[in-house]
Protein backbone atom coordinates (compact mmCIF):
# COMPACT_ATOMS: atom_id res chain seq x y z
CA UNK A 1 0.00 0.00 0.00
CA UNK A 2 1.12 3.34 -0.81
CA UNK A 3 2.87 4.74 2.68
CA UNK A 4 1.69 8.63 1.11
CA UNK A 5 -1.92 7.49 0.79
CA UNK A 6 -2.54 6.53 4.56
CA UNK A 7 -0.42 8.81 5.96
CA UNK A 8 -2.71 10.97 8.18
CA UNK A 9 -2.57 14.78 6.90
CA UNK A 10 -3.44 17.68 8.64
CA UNK A 11 -4.31 21.07 7.15
CA UNK A 12 -4.08 23.86 9.53
CA UNK A 13 -5.31 28.14 8.54
CA UNK A 14 -5.31 30.74 10.86
CA UNK A 15 -6.62 34.07 10.43
CA UNK A 16 -4.96 36.74 12.30
CA UNK A 17 -7.77 39.34 12.65
CA UNK A 18 -5.84 42.54 14.10
CA UNK A 19 -7.09 45.97 15.65
CA UNK A 20 -4.83 48.39 14.13
CA UNK A 21 -6.12 52.03 16.09
CA UNK A 22 -4.11 54.13 16.98
CA UNK A 23 -4.33 52.49 20.58
CA UNK A 24 -2.83 49.31 19.45
CA UNK A 25 0.18 51.12 18.96
CA UNK A 26 2.47 50.00 22.54
CA UNK A 27 1.43 46.06 21.32
CA UNK A 28 1.04 46.03 17.51
CA UNK A 29 4.32 45.36 17.21
CA UNK A 30 4.54 42.45 19.40
CA UNK A 31 1.76 41.03 17.51
CA UNK A 32 3.47 41.40 14.53
CA UNK A 33 6.52 39.91 15.75
CA UNK A 34 4.65 37.10 17.10
CA UNK A 35 2.95 36.40 13.50
CA UNK A 36 5.71 36.79 11.62
CA UNK A 37 7.85 34.01 13.87
CA UNK A 38 4.74 31.62 14.46
CA UNK A 39 5.01 29.38 11.84
CA UNK A 40 9.04 28.42 13.14
CA UNK A 41 7.33 28.35 16.38
CA UNK A 42 4.31 25.78 15.77
CA UNK A 43 6.32 23.61 13.48
CA UNK A 44 8.81 22.81 16.69
CA UNK A 45 6.14 22.64 19.25
CA UNK A 46 5.11 20.12 16.13
CA UNK A 47 8.31 18.38 15.91
CA UNK A 48 8.56 17.92 19.85
CA UNK A 49 5.46 16.20 19.86
CA UNK A 50 6.04 13.92 16.73
CA UNK A 51 3.72 15.53 14.44
CA UNK A 52 3.54 17.25 11.59
CA UNK A 53 1.35 19.55 9.50
CA UNK A 54 0.97 18.86 6.40
CA UNK A 55 -0.20 22.18 4.98
CA UNK A 56 -0.42 24.92 6.87
CA UNK A 57 -1.90 28.77 5.71
CA UNK A 58 -1.70 32.36 7.06
CA UNK A 59 -3.73 35.17 6.59
CA UNK A 60 -4.40 38.67 8.00
CA UNK A 61 -7.30 40.75 8.54
CA UNK A 62 -6.54 44.32 10.09
CA UNK A 63 -9.27 45.99 11.34
CA UNK A 64 -10.34 49.91 12.57
CA UNK A 65 -13.08 52.05 12.18
CA UNK A 66 -15.60 52.54 9.43
CA UNK A 67 -17.27 55.04 11.53
CA UNK A 68 -14.01 56.76 11.32
CA UNK A 69 -12.70 56.33 7.85
CA UNK A 70 -14.26 54.09 5.99
CA UNK A 71 -10.98 54.11 3.01
CA UNK A 72 -8.74 52.39 5.60
CA UNK A 73 -11.10 50.75 7.87
CA UNK A 74 -10.07 46.88 6.69
CA UNK A 75 -6.72 45.05 5.40
CA UNK A 76 -6.75 42.11 4.00
CA UNK A 77 -4.43 39.41 2.84
CA UNK A 78 -5.09 36.17 1.12
CA UNK A 79 -3.70 32.70 2.19
CA UNK A 80 -0.26 32.62 2.37
CA UNK A 81 0.93 28.91 2.33
CA UNK A 82 4.12 28.56 5.01
CA UNK A 83 7.02 28.28 4.75
CA UNK A 84 7.14 28.65 1.08
CA UNK A 85 5.03 32.29 0.73
CA UNK A 86 6.70 33.27 3.89
CA UNK A 87 8.12 36.29 2.57
CA UNK A 88 5.13 37.66 1.01
CA UNK A 89 3.41 37.13 4.36
CA UNK A 90 6.12 39.43 6.21
CA UNK A 91 6.11 41.97 3.47
CA UNK A 92 2.08 42.14 3.75
CA UNK A 93 2.46 42.33 8.11
CA UNK A 94 5.52 44.50 8.33
CA UNK A 95 3.25 47.22 6.40
CA UNK A 96 0.72 47.07 9.11
CA UNK A 97 0.76 50.71 10.94
CA UNK A 98 -1.16 51.98 14.33
CA UNK A 99 -3.31 54.88 13.38
CA UNK A 100 -6.59 55.85 13.06
CA UNK A 101 -9.78 54.67 14.25
CA UNK A 102 -11.25 57.29 16.57
CA UNK A 103 -13.00 56.74 19.83
CA UNK A 104 -13.48 52.85 20.49
CA UNK A 105 -15.43 50.94 19.97
CA UNK A 106 -13.94 50.10 16.68
CA UNK A 107 -15.34 47.49 13.76
CA UNK A 108 -13.93 44.05 14.97
CA UNK A 109 -17.37 42.54 14.20
CA UNK A 110 -16.91 43.32 10.75
CA UNK A 111 -13.71 41.85 10.84
CA UNK A 112 -14.81 38.87 12.45
CA UNK A 113 -16.94 38.20 9.55
CA UNK A 114 -14.81 38.48 7.06
CA UNK A 115 -12.08 36.46 8.49
CA UNK A 116 -14.96 33.95 9.35
CA UNK A 117 -16.05 33.67 5.69
CA UNK A 118 -12.00 32.68 4.76
CA UNK A 119 -11.10 30.14 1.76
CA UNK A 120 -10.73 28.08 4.67
CA UNK A 121 -9.00 24.34 3.43
CA UNK A 122 -12.11 21.72 3.06
CA UNK A 123 -9.30 19.29 1.91
CA UNK A 124 -6.71 16.42 3.82
CA UNK A 125 -7.92 14.32 6.51
CA UNK A 126 -8.38 16.51 9.14
CA UNK A 127 -8.17 20.49 9.45
CA UNK A 128 -8.03 22.82 12.13
CA UNK A 129 -9.27 26.18 11.11
CA UNK A 130 -8.43 29.36 13.48
CA UNK A 131 -9.24 32.60 14.14
CA UNK A 132 -7.22 34.41 16.56
CA UNK A 133 -8.28 38.03 17.05
CA UNK A 134 -6.14 40.77 19.01
CA UNK A 135 -7.60 44.25 19.79
CA UNK A 136 -7.80 46.47 23.26
CA UNK A 137 -11.05 48.16 22.03
CA UNK A 138 -15.19 47.24 22.28
CA UNK A 139 -16.61 46.60 18.95
CA UNK A 140 -19.42 48.80 16.93
CA UNK A 141 -22.51 47.10 16.16
CA UNK A 142 -22.93 45.03 12.95
CA UNK A 143 -24.24 47.92 10.10
CA UNK A 144 -22.10 50.89 11.84
CA UNK A 145 -20.79 52.40 8.75
CA UNK A 146 -22.44 50.33 6.35
CA UNK A 147 -23.19 52.56 4.10
CA UNK A 148 -19.29 52.90 2.94
CA UNK A 149 -18.35 51.30 -0.64
CA UNK A 150 -15.89 49.51 1.44
CA UNK A 151 -17.81 47.96 3.91
CA UNK A 152 -17.42 43.94 3.49
CA UNK A 153 -20.48 42.23 2.02
CA UNK A 154 -19.54 39.57 4.18
CA UNK A 155 -20.97 41.02 7.42
CA UNK A 156 -24.36 39.77 8.37
CA UNK A 157 -26.84 42.60 9.64
CA UNK A 158 -26.78 41.19 13.43
CA UNK A 159 -24.79 39.39 15.66
CA UNK A 160 -27.37 37.14 16.02
CA UNK A 161 -26.60 36.48 12.12
CA UNK A 162 -22.64 36.28 12.87
CA UNK A 163 -23.55 33.42 15.39
CA UNK A 164 -24.83 31.72 12.58
CA UNK A 165 -22.29 32.37 10.38
CA UNK A 166 -20.03 30.79 12.93
CA UNK A 167 -21.96 27.85 13.37
CA UNK A 168 -22.32 24.88 16.44
CA UNK A 169 -23.22 21.59 16.25
CA UNK A 170 -25.65 20.42 13.73
CA UNK A 171 -26.03 23.71 12.56
CA UNK A 172 -26.60 23.76 8.48
CA UNK A 173 -25.31 27.67 8.37
CA UNK A 174 -21.93 27.95 9.09
CA UNK A 175 -18.74 29.52 7.07
CA UNK A 176 -16.76 26.45 9.28
CA UNK A 177 -16.77 23.07 9.69
CA UNK A 178 -17.88 22.47 13.42
CA UNK A 179 -15.06 20.04 14.68
CA UNK A 180 -12.27 22.37 12.81
CA UNK A 181 -12.60 25.56 14.10
CA UNK A 182 -11.38 27.19 17.15
CA UNK A 183 -11.89 31.03 17.91
CA UNK A 184 -9.18 32.58 19.84
CA UNK A 185 -10.25 36.22 21.32
CA UNK A 186 -7.35 38.54 23.17
CA UNK A 187 -9.57 40.92 23.95
CA UNK A 188 -10.91 43.02 26.89
CA UNK A 189 -13.83 42.31 28.92
CA UNK A 190 -16.42 44.12 27.45
CA UNK A 191 -19.43 43.41 24.81
CA UNK A 192 -19.12 41.84 22.19
CA UNK A 193 -16.38 39.91 23.46
CA UNK A 194 -17.52 38.55 26.89
CA UNK A 195 -20.85 37.94 25.15
CA UNK A 196 -19.45 35.97 22.15
CA UNK A 197 -16.77 33.52 24.59
CA UNK A 198 -20.04 32.96 26.84
CA UNK A 199 -22.32 32.19 23.59
CA UNK A 200 -19.78 30.56 21.04
CA UNK A 201 -18.66 26.97 21.33
CA UNK A 202 -15.01 26.31 20.76
CA UNK A 203 -13.99 29.55 21.69
CA UNK A 204 -11.17 30.28 24.42
CA UNK A 205 -10.90 33.87 25.54
CA UNK A 206 -7.95 35.62 26.96
CA UNK A 207 -9.38 38.43 28.59
CA UNK A 208 -6.74 41.51 28.16
CA UNK A 209 -6.34 43.49 31.35
CA UNK A 210 -6.08 47.32 31.46
CA UNK A 211 -2.75 49.06 31.05
CA UNK A 212 -1.08 44.64 30.64
CA UNK A 213 -1.64 44.90 26.69
CA UNK A 214 -0.81 41.73 25.12
CA UNK A 215 2.53 39.15 25.83
CA UNK A 216 4.19 36.62 24.76
CA UNK A 217 1.61 34.24 26.48
CA UNK A 218 -0.85 35.00 23.83
CA UNK A 219 1.08 33.02 20.95
CA UNK A 220 1.55 29.99 23.43
CA UNK A 221 -2.16 29.78 23.77
CA UNK A 222 -2.68 29.57 19.70
CA UNK A 223 0.55 26.93 19.30
CA UNK A 224 -1.01 25.30 22.03
CA UNK A 225 -4.68 24.98 20.43
CA UNK A 226 -3.04 23.57 17.62
CA UNK A 227 -0.46 21.58 18.61
CA UNK A 228 -2.96 19.89 21.74
CA UNK A 229 -5.94 19.01 19.34
CA UNK A 230 -4.20 17.58 16.13
CA UNK B 1 -13.11 30.73 33.01
CA UNK B 2 -11.28 33.43 35.09
CA UNK B 3 -8.52 32.88 37.92
CA UNK B 4 -10.36 33.88 41.15
CA UNK B 5 -13.41 33.00 39.65
CA UNK B 6 -15.92 30.85 42.10
CA UNK B 7 -18.22 28.37 39.79
CA UNK B 8 -20.44 26.25 41.11
CA UNK B 9 -18.43 26.93 44.94
CA UNK B 10 -15.19 25.91 42.79
CA UNK B 11 -12.43 28.50 43.40
CA UNK B 12 -10.69 28.99 40.33
CA UNK B 13 -6.54 29.12 42.29
CA UNK B 14 -4.79 29.10 38.71
CA UNK B 15 -4.23 30.80 35.36
CA UNK B 16 -6.67 28.45 33.30
CA UNK B 17 -4.71 27.02 30.31
CA UNK B 18 -5.52 25.39 26.82
CA UNK B 19 -1.95 23.66 27.42
CA UNK B 20 -1.68 20.10 26.99
CA UNK B 21 -5.97 20.43 26.55
CA UNK B 22 -7.92 19.54 22.82
CA UNK B 23 -11.33 20.89 23.56
CA UNK B 24 -11.29 22.53 27.15
CA UNK B 25 -9.38 25.15 29.05
CA UNK B 26 -8.42 24.14 32.63
CA UNK B 27 -6.93 24.86 35.31
CA UNK B 28 -6.82 23.90 40.09
CA UNK B 29 -9.60 25.02 41.90
CA UNK B 30 -10.50 24.82 45.61
CA UNK B 31 -13.93 23.89 47.36
CA UNK B 32 -13.70 23.39 51.00
CA UNK B 33 -9.88 23.70 51.45
CA UNK B 34 -9.98 20.18 49.38
CA UNK B 35 -8.19 20.52 46.06
CA UNK B 36 -9.51 19.68 42.75
CA UNK B 37 -9.08 20.10 39.21
CA UNK B 38 -11.69 21.63 37.10
CA UNK B 39 -11.95 21.33 32.74
CA UNK B 40 -13.95 24.14 31.11
CA UNK B 41 -15.66 22.64 27.92
CA UNK B 42 -15.23 24.53 24.50
CA UNK B 43 -17.95 23.00 22.82
CA UNK B 44 -20.85 22.75 23.12
CA UNK B 45 -22.95 26.02 24.72
CA UNK B 46 -25.95 25.99 26.26
CA UNK B 47 -28.16 29.03 25.18
CA UNK B 48 -29.55 30.66 28.25
CA UNK B 49 -32.74 32.97 27.36
CA UNK B 50 -30.15 36.24 27.39
CA UNK B 51 -28.12 34.13 24.71
CA UNK B 52 -27.28 35.37 21.40
CA UNK B 53 -29.77 33.39 17.90
CA UNK B 54 -33.28 32.97 17.12
CA UNK B 55 -35.46 31.01 19.21
CA UNK B 56 -35.63 28.22 16.43
CA UNK B 57 -31.44 28.47 17.04
CA UNK B 58 -31.14 28.13 20.24
CA UNK B 59 -33.84 24.75 20.05
CA UNK B 60 -31.52 23.05 17.74
CA UNK B 61 -28.38 24.39 19.83
CA UNK B 62 -29.64 23.06 22.73
CA UNK B 63 -30.65 19.60 21.20
CA UNK B 64 -26.71 19.54 21.06
CA UNK B 65 -26.74 20.02 24.66
CA UNK B 66 -28.83 17.27 25.52
CA UNK B 67 -26.31 14.50 23.51
CA UNK B 68 -23.54 15.79 24.97
CA UNK B 69 -25.07 15.49 28.35
CA UNK B 70 -26.40 12.41 27.58
CA UNK B 71 -23.27 10.65 26.61
CA UNK B 72 -21.06 12.47 29.50
CA UNK B 73 -23.78 10.84 32.05
CA UNK B 74 -23.54 7.31 29.94
CA UNK B 75 -19.66 6.72 30.20
CA UNK B 76 -19.72 8.68 33.81
CA UNK B 77 -22.54 6.41 34.84
CA UNK B 78 -20.34 3.09 34.20
CA UNK B 79 -17.45 4.28 35.65
CA UNK B 80 -18.39 5.76 38.42
CA UNK B 81 -21.10 3.05 39.25
CA UNK B 82 -20.93 -0.42 37.95
CA UNK B 83 -17.07 -0.91 38.17
CA UNK B 84 -16.89 1.53 41.29
CA UNK B 85 -13.66 1.06 43.60
CA UNK B 86 -11.68 1.71 40.67
CA UNK B 87 -9.67 4.37 42.28
CA UNK B 88 -7.39 4.65 40.07
CA UNK B 89 -9.49 5.71 37.67
CA UNK B 90 -9.08 9.48 38.06
CA UNK B 91 -13.73 9.68 37.22
CA UNK B 92 -15.49 12.85 37.64
CA UNK B 93 -16.53 14.26 41.25
CA UNK B 94 -18.61 16.68 39.43
CA UNK B 95 -19.82 17.38 36.02
CA UNK B 96 -22.53 20.63 35.42
CA UNK B 97 -23.36 23.44 33.37
CA UNK B 98 -22.88 26.83 34.68
CA UNK B 99 -24.59 29.99 32.38
CA UNK B 100 -23.89 28.60 28.99
CA UNK B 101 -20.77 26.53 29.91
CA UNK B 102 -20.11 22.97 31.25
CA UNK B 103 -17.14 22.00 33.79
CA UNK B 104 -16.10 18.70 34.88
CA UNK B 105 -14.34 18.36 38.31
CA UNK B 106 -12.12 15.99 39.32
CA UNK B 107 -9.81 15.18 42.75
CA UNK B 108 -6.44 16.87 42.18
CA UNK B 109 -4.25 13.74 41.94
CA UNK B 110 -0.70 14.50 43.30
CA UNK B 111 0.76 12.79 40.35
CA UNK B 112 2.93 13.23 37.12
CA UNK B 113 2.93 11.94 33.88
CA UNK B 114 6.12 9.51 33.35
CA UNK B 115 7.34 9.01 29.44
CA UNK B 116 9.00 6.27 30.17
CA UNK B 117 10.04 4.00 33.48
CA UNK B 118 13.29 2.65 32.04
CA UNK B 119 14.75 4.12 35.27
CA UNK B 120 12.58 2.52 37.49
CA UNK B 121 13.13 -1.07 39.48
CA UNK B 122 11.39 -3.81 38.22
CA UNK B 123 8.78 -4.09 41.09
CA UNK B 124 8.09 -0.25 40.67
CA UNK B 125 7.79 -0.72 36.82
CA UNK B 126 5.33 -3.85 37.40
CA UNK B 127 3.74 -2.41 39.80
CA UNK B 128 2.91 0.43 37.29
CA UNK B 129 1.75 -1.78 34.65
CA UNK B 130 -0.33 -3.91 36.49
CA UNK B 131 -2.73 -1.16 38.22
CA UNK B 132 -2.60 0.47 34.79
CA UNK B 133 -4.08 -2.35 33.36
CA UNK B 134 -6.07 -3.37 36.36
CA UNK B 135 -7.82 0.17 35.26
CA UNK B 136 -8.21 -0.29 31.86
CA UNK B 137 -9.72 -3.64 32.66
CA UNK B 138 -12.04 -1.24 34.74
CA UNK B 139 -13.15 0.12 31.63
CA UNK B 140 -13.39 -2.73 29.34
CA UNK B 141 -15.84 -4.58 31.81
CA UNK B 142 -18.06 -1.66 31.56
CA UNK B 143 -17.63 -1.65 28.11
CA UNK B 144 -16.06 1.89 27.51
CA UNK B 145 -13.01 2.06 24.94
CA UNK B 146 -11.11 5.10 26.59
CA UNK B 147 -10.31 6.78 23.37
CA UNK B 148 -7.48 8.77 24.23
CA UNK B 149 -4.79 6.53 25.81
CA UNK B 150 -1.36 7.71 25.96
CA UNK B 151 1.52 8.22 28.56
CA UNK B 152 0.21 11.57 29.06
CA UNK B 153 -3.41 10.42 30.31
CA UNK B 154 -1.67 8.36 32.75
CA UNK B 155 -0.34 9.73 36.08
CA UNK B 156 2.00 8.14 38.59
CA UNK B 157 1.04 8.23 41.91
CA UNK B 158 3.88 7.51 44.68
CA UNK B 159 2.90 5.23 47.44
CA UNK B 160 2.95 6.81 50.39
CA UNK B 161 3.84 3.69 52.29
CA UNK B 162 5.99 2.27 50.59
CA UNK B 163 8.50 2.92 47.29
CA UNK B 164 5.95 2.50 44.62
CA UNK B 165 3.72 4.34 42.31
CA UNK B 166 0.13 3.47 40.98
CA UNK B 167 -0.77 4.73 37.70
CA UNK B 168 -3.91 6.56 37.78
CA UNK B 169 -5.88 7.12 33.90
CA UNK B 170 -7.12 10.45 33.37
CA UNK B 171 -9.14 12.01 30.91
CA UNK B 172 -12.73 9.95 29.82
CA UNK B 173 -13.76 12.69 27.81
CA UNK B 174 -13.41 11.05 24.69
CA UNK B 175 -14.54 7.75 25.86
CA UNK B 176 -17.09 5.94 24.08
CA UNK B 177 -19.14 2.96 24.07
CA UNK B 178 -17.32 -0.20 22.31
CA UNK B 179 -18.37 -0.24 18.65
CA UNK B 180 -19.93 3.12 18.84
CA UNK B 181 -17.37 6.00 18.48
CA UNK B 182 -18.06 9.88 17.27
CA UNK B 183 -18.10 10.63 13.64
CA UNK B 184 -14.46 10.32 11.97
CA UNK B 185 -14.27 14.00 11.99
CA UNK B 186 -14.95 14.37 15.94
CA UNK B 187 -12.88 11.02 17.20
CA UNK B 188 -10.24 12.43 19.37
CA UNK B 189 -7.14 9.88 19.73
CA UNK B 190 -3.08 10.28 19.59
CA UNK B 191 -1.38 9.98 15.94
CA UNK B 192 1.59 8.10 17.49
CA UNK B 193 -0.44 6.01 19.66
CA UNK B 194 -3.98 5.52 17.75
CA UNK B 195 -4.51 1.89 16.53
CA UNK B 196 -4.34 1.00 12.39
CA UNK B 197 -8.78 1.14 12.61
CA UNK B 198 -8.55 4.56 14.15
CA UNK B 199 -6.77 5.73 11.51
CA UNK B 200 -8.48 4.05 8.77
CA UNK B 201 -12.44 5.48 10.43
CA UNK B 202 -10.12 8.78 10.45
CA UNK B 203 -9.07 8.73 7.16
CA UNK B 204 -12.92 7.53 6.36
CA UNK B 205 -11.41 3.86 4.65
CA UNK B 206 -14.72 2.20 3.60
CA UNK B 207 -13.00 -1.14 5.08
CA UNK B 208 -13.69 0.11 8.25
CA UNK B 209 -17.00 1.84 10.15
CA UNK B 210 -17.65 2.45 13.58
CA UNK B 211 -18.51 -1.20 14.49
CA UNK B 212 -14.52 -1.71 14.27
CA UNK B 213 -13.57 0.73 17.18
CA UNK B 214 -13.51 -1.10 20.20
CA UNK B 215 -11.66 -2.27 22.92
CA UNK B 216 -9.28 -3.40 20.67
CA UNK B 217 -8.26 -0.19 19.73
CA UNK B 218 -7.29 0.47 23.35
CA UNK B 219 -5.17 -2.69 23.77
CA UNK B 220 -3.22 -1.58 20.70
CA UNK B 221 -2.60 1.24 22.30
CA UNK B 222 -1.66 -0.04 25.35
CA UNK B 223 0.78 -2.27 23.50
CA UNK B 224 2.68 0.41 22.50
CA UNK B 225 2.68 1.94 25.87
CA UNK B 226 4.15 -0.81 27.70
CA UNK B 227 6.60 -1.61 24.77
CA UNK B 228 7.54 2.81 25.70
CA UNK B 229 7.49 1.97 29.38
CA UNK B 230 9.74 -0.78 29.58
CA UNK B 231 12.33 0.39 26.74
CA UNK B 232 12.04 3.80 26.54
CA UNK B 233 10.94 4.42 22.56
CA UNK B 234 8.08 3.16 20.82
CA UNK B 235 8.43 -0.09 18.72
CA UNK B 236 10.43 0.34 15.44
CA UNK B 237 8.84 1.10 11.89
CA UNK B 238 10.35 3.14 8.69
CA UNK B 239 10.20 6.05 9.39
CA UNK B 240 11.69 7.11 5.98
CA UNK B 241 7.65 6.06 5.19
CA UNK B 242 5.81 6.20 8.39
CA UNK B 243 4.76 9.10 10.44
CA UNK B 244 2.98 6.68 13.19
CA UNK B 245 2.99 2.66 13.97
CA UNK B 246 -0.76 2.66 13.19
CA UNK B 247 0.37 3.60 9.35
CA UNK B 248 2.81 1.08 9.64
CA UNK B 249 0.66 -1.81 10.71
CA UNK B 250 -2.07 -0.64 8.44
CA UNK B 251 0.22 -0.84 5.51
CA UNK B 252 1.32 -4.77 6.53
CA UNK B 253 4.39 -3.70 7.55
CA UNK B 254 6.28 -4.82 10.31
CA UNK B 255 6.81 -3.43 13.87
CA UNK B 256 10.45 -3.95 15.61
CA UNK B 257 10.14 -4.78 19.00
CA UNK B 258 12.95 -4.73 21.32
CA UNK B 259 14.93 -7.63 21.96
CA UNK B 260 15.58 -6.55 25.54
CA UNK B 261 11.99 -7.45 26.59
CA UNK B 262 11.42 -10.70 28.42
CA UNK B 263 10.11 -13.38 25.25
CA UNK B 264 6.69 -13.52 27.32
CA UNK B 265 6.06 -9.54 27.02
CA UNK B 266 7.47 -9.64 23.79
CA UNK B 267 4.75 -12.05 22.67
CA UNK B 268 2.42 -10.04 24.70
CA UNK B 269 3.19 -6.70 22.99
CA UNK B 270 3.68 -8.57 19.72
CA UNK B 271 -0.29 -9.70 19.61
CA UNK B 272 -1.30 -6.30 20.70
CA UNK B 273 -0.14 -4.57 18.05
CA UNK B 274 -1.49 -6.86 15.66
CA UNK B 275 -3.09 -5.48 12.23
CA UNK B 276 -5.71 -8.39 13.51
CA UNK B 277 -7.93 -6.85 15.83
CA UNK B 278 -9.39 -10.42 16.85
CA UNK B 279 -5.74 -11.74 17.32
CA UNK B 280 -4.87 -9.12 20.57
CA UNK B 281 -5.75 -10.31 23.78
CA UNK B 282 -8.34 -8.96 26.23
CA UNK B 283 -7.17 -7.30 28.98
CA UNK B 284 -7.92 -9.93 30.86
CA UNK B 285 -5.19 -11.87 29.51
CA UNK B 286 -2.77 -9.36 29.36
CA UNK B 287 -3.07 -9.07 33.51
CA UNK B 288 -2.69 -12.58 33.34
CA UNK B 289 0.46 -12.60 32.37
CA UNK B 290 1.92 -9.81 34.05
CA UNK B 291 1.07 -12.40 37.54
CA UNK B 292 4.45 -13.22 37.10
CA UNK B 293 6.93 -10.21 37.94
CA UNK B 294 9.43 -11.40 35.85
CA UNK B 295 8.04 -10.19 32.59
CA UNK B 296 9.28 -6.66 33.30
CA UNK B 297 12.62 -7.93 33.62
CA UNK B 298 15.04 -6.70 30.21
CA UNK B 299 17.53 -8.99 28.72
CA UNK B 300 19.42 -9.02 25.49
CA UNK B 301 22.66 -9.13 24.72
CA UNK B 302 25.21 -6.53 24.10
CA UNK B 303 24.50 -4.70 19.93
CA UNK B 304 27.19 -5.15 18.00
CA UNK B 305 25.49 -4.15 14.59
CA UNK B 306 23.71 -0.66 13.98
CA UNK B 307 19.93 -0.85 13.32
CA UNK B 308 19.54 -0.47 9.39
CA UNK B 309 18.07 3.54 9.16
CA UNK B 310 14.68 1.73 7.66
CA UNK B 311 13.89 0.18 11.42
CA UNK B 312 14.79 2.76 13.73
CA UNK B 313 12.44 3.59 16.34
CA UNK B 314 13.29 6.55 17.52
CA UNK B 315 16.01 9.17 19.04
CA UNK B 316 17.11 5.97 20.75
CA UNK B 317 17.23 2.80 19.74
CA UNK B 318 16.95 -0.39 21.87
CA UNK B 319 19.40 -3.35 21.97
CA UNK B 320 18.88 -7.04 20.57
CA UNK B 321 15.59 -6.36 18.47
CA UNK B 322 13.29 -9.21 16.76
CA UNK B 323 11.72 -8.31 13.74
CA UNK B 324 7.57 -9.63 14.56
CA UNK B 325 5.84 -9.91 11.60
CA UNK B 326 2.58 -8.85 12.32
CA UNK B 327 0.88 -10.23 8.92
CA UNK B 328 1.33 -13.86 10.05
CA UNK B 329 2.48 -14.45 6.68
CA UNK B 330 6.30 -15.71 6.78
CA UNK B 331 8.64 -16.63 9.40
CA UNK B 332 9.56 -13.57 11.69
CA UNK B 333 13.01 -12.64 10.50
CA UNK B 334 15.99 -10.82 12.13
CA UNK B 335 17.34 -7.82 11.59
CA UNK B 336 20.68 -6.99 13.15
CA UNK B 337 21.17 -5.75 16.69
CA UNK B 338 21.10 -1.84 17.34
CA UNK B 339 23.26 0.73 18.27
CA UNK B 340 22.69 1.63 21.58
CA UNK B 341 21.76 5.05 22.49
CA UNK B 342 21.34 4.97 26.61
CA UNK B 343 23.48 2.68 28.58
CA UNK B 344 23.04 -0.92 28.17
CA UNK B 345 21.77 -1.61 31.88
CA UNK B 346 19.97 1.31 33.75
CA UNK B 347 20.54 2.42 37.22
CA UNK B 348 17.89 0.06 38.90
CA UNK B 349 17.03 -2.67 35.85
CA UNK B 350 19.04 -5.58 36.23
CA UNK B 351 19.66 -6.82 32.95
CA UNK B 352 19.06 -10.94 32.44
CA UNK B 353 20.14 -13.26 29.88
CA UNK B 354 16.83 -14.77 28.35
CA UNK B 355 18.61 -17.06 25.93
CA UNK B 356 19.95 -20.42 28.50
CA UNK B 357 22.64 -20.55 25.37
CA UNK B 358 24.84 -18.06 26.40
Known sequence: MDANSISLKY?????????????????????????????????????????????????????????????????????????????????????????????????????????????????????????????????????????????????????????????????????MEN????????????????????????????????????????????????SNSI | MKLGENIRGFTVVAEPTNSGGGRCVWSFAEQGGRQYFIKQFLDPKWPTEQSMGSPASKARRREVCHEFEKRHNEVNNRINGKVAGGGNLVTATHFFREGTTYYKVTDRVAAEAAKDLTKFTDRQTVVVLRTLFMSMRLLHRAGIVHGDLKPANVLLQRSSTADLYTAKMIDFDDSYLTGDPPPPDQIVGDQQYGAPEWLRYVKQD???????????????????????YLVGEL???????????????????????????????????????????????????????????????LGGSEPTVPLTPEARSGEGSATGRVKINMSGGSTPSRVPPPRPSRPAE?????????????
Open chain 1, 11 to 175: AVDIVFCIDVTGSMYPVLDQVKEGALTFHKRLEDSMAAKDKAISKLRLRVVAYRDFADKPSNALEQSAFFTMPGQAGEFESFVSRLRAGDGGDEPESGLEALAVALHSDWERGLDRRRHIVALFTDASAHPLGTGSSAATYPQAAPATIDDLLEVWGYGGGQSAA
Open chain 1, 179 to 226: AAKRLLLFAPDTTPWNEIAADWNNTIYVPSRAGEGLSEIEFTEIIDAI
Open chain 2, 206 to 228: PGVDAGHLTLAADIFTLGLMTHV
Open chain 2, 235 to 297: PGYDRSKFGAPSEAVWAGQSLVLSGQLHPKTRDLVASMVSSDIAARPTIESIIKIFEDDRVVQ
Open chain 2, 346 to 358: GPSRVRINFDPKK
